[in-house]
């Protein structure tokens, strides 16, 4: 069995018991039982070396009877930076992955991983093929498009001219039709007459609508020759840009992350069935970002422009300033992502690294108190048990603002304070409390 931890936490509990609820008796026993405290006449030593001066802690107000001996410290509010802390990554500001549009063999050197390229630096050259000879029938198709402008026009003023000689046959006829009909009904005139004067309008009608049906047809025959032309165009800007992507350049200035196509490797473009080939994949790190994710309780007190300071995982800092801060929350975490870019014009820092990441803040008023002094009320709130201005304990709903190595910042307190440190577990609101003060340099 192991007793030893068991009697030792035995012991300890007796003397914890013996310092906070029995600290009077304590302290009279040990009076009683020095020479030096119960002899007030004694001399002192004389190795002033060796004695350490230790402040007596004080009671504010006098102790009611049966009061709790509780450890209380007087603690000042002080004005100290609220900035949010967070942890977060490095990532690059973009990353593309460069793709092939055209298919063909690669016939230029590859660039290496890690090289440096400026933007429309060429990665990858491909092989024109029958790409060439494409163009140069375009170009043709068009040249011939465009020679059947001057004799399709030409038809049109011809057309419209047979319209015109139709139309005044036609009126001709009429009229000669309306003078047989007159001598007819006079007895001047013959029947036979006036049915070959009836039959010429009939056939002049006729003219008539054969010369506007060539009309239709040579402006059709117009419009056939723009929608050949604008075909042969279509089919020059293909070619043009089927040769423009066998060069495949540099969107943007960065850092080659792989290796560009291999000399002789086959790249198959994008407009087949399958996926299109990877030519190189390029970031950018100057600036670069950092990502983290912000708590609900704390994203009202982020603000883009704000500055940022971020700790490196393996050391260093690096400096910048909010650039987005998202307006909805993630669906698992609750959490809002915010970024910040900084300048990195060494490259120094690569995506992918862990910082800690501090954005500044409006500043507060707070105290600094040790975590253990923090309970909670009969309803669940956060707070601290304080001491009342008649020596009864007081509990007083605070609001964390921020955790570090030395304590935790809180707010919801006056300006002074005495905040009861060791004991607040033992005492309500209203019970006496006898207090001893630690001395604290804040």
Request: aromatic share 2%.
């Amino acid at each position: 069995m192991r007793l030893i931890p068991i009697i030792t936490a035995c012991l300890v509990a007796a003397l914890l018991y013996a310092i906070v609820i029995e600290r009077e008796r304590l302290m009279a026993f040990v009076q009683s039982s020095s020479p030096a405290m119960s002899n007030p006449d004694a001399p002192a030593p004389e190795n002033d070396a060796d004695v350490t001066i230790v402040a007596t802690p004080k009671a504010t107000t006098k102790p009611h009877d049966g009061a709790v001996a509780v450890m209380a410290r007087r603690s000042v509010a002080r004005e100290t930076d609220s900035a949010v802390i967070l942890r977060g990554e490095t990532q690059a500001l973009r990353q593309v992955d460069v793709l092939a549009e055209s298919s063909g063999k690669v016939n230029s050197p590859p660039l290496r991983k890690g090289a440096f390229v400026d933007e429309g630096d060429l990665l990858c050259q491909l092989d024109p093929g029958t790409s060439v000879i494409s163009l140069a029938e375009a170009n043709s198709r068009l040249a011939e498009a465009r020679a059947r402008i001057p004799e399709t026009k030409a038809r049109v003023p011809e057309a419209e001219a047979r319209v015109e000689e139709a139309k005044a046959q036609l009126e001709e006829a009429q009229i000669n039709a309306n003078a047989a009909s007159k001598l007819s009904q006079g007895g001047f005139a013959s029947d036979t007459r006036v049915a070959n004067t009836q039959a010429a309008v009939r056939s002049a009608e006729a003219g008539v609508r054969g010369a506007e049906a060539g009309l239709t047809a040579a402006r059709a025959g117009m419009e056939g020759v723009d929608a050949a032309i604008q075909s042969a165009e279509a089919a020059v800007a293909r070619a043009q840009t089927e040769i423009d992507n066998l060069k495949i350049h540099a969107p943007f200035s960065g850092l080659l992350e792989t290796d560009s196509a291999e000399l002789g490797a086959l790249l198959q473009g994008g407009g087949g069935g399958g996926g299109a080939a990877l030519c190189a994949t390029i970031i950018q790190l100057d600036p670069v970002k950092l990502v983290g994710f912000v708590p609900e309780m704390s994203v009202s007190r982020v603000e883009v422009g704000a500055g940022a300071r971020a700790r490196l995982i393996e050391g260093g800092s690096v400096e910048g300033r909010v650039t987005f801060l998202s307006r909805s929350a993630d669906a698992v975490t609750r959490t809002f992502r915010v970024e910040i870019t900084v300048p990195n014009p060494d490259l120094a820092v690569r995506a992918g690294q862990t910082a800690e990441i501090a954005i500044a803040a409006e500043g507060a008023l707070a105290h600094l108190l040790p975590q253990s002094a923090l309970t909670l009320d009969d309803s669940g709130v956060l707070g601290v048990r304080t001491i009342a201005a008649d020596g009864t304990a007081l509990f007083v709903p605070i609001n964390v603002l921020r955790d570090t190595s030395d304590g935790i910042f809180v707010t919801g307190l006056p300006d002074t304070a005495d905040v009861i440190i060791l004991g607040q577990e033992y005492v309500t609101d209203g019970i006496p409390v006898a207090p001893s003060f630690e001395e604290v340099i804040q």
